[in-house]
């Protein structure tokens, strides 16, 4: 059976959340409303790791994320980045301690 690409940007969306529920974050860190994710993905030249950063909204009942942030929250997400980096940095040291134990 054949798929097609969705037709719309909201179906699209939702097939994003759909993929990134099948393979969640590695890390994750908050401040509040703001939220950075890293995500460890392989490749031919080996593994690396993306983030992504969200503020979290309320949209009547449901919650929402977006990813525009306002003034108040550059500092604070320098420092989630800063959290990400460090983890980052470590998981890419114990990959490069197993390559050379191999």
Known sequence: MATSAPSSSRSRQEAQKADRAVTAPVFTCRH????????????????????TLSRSYKDGDD?????????????????LLRTCYGFISREMSKLAQEKKQE
């Open 63 to 79: 919650w929402r994320e977006s990813t525009s942030f306002g003034y108040d929250d550059i500092l604070v997400i320098a420092e």
């Open 32 to 51: 509040r409303a703001l939220k950075a994710a890293v995500w460890r993905n392989e490749s031919e030249s080996g593994v690396m790791f993306n983030t």
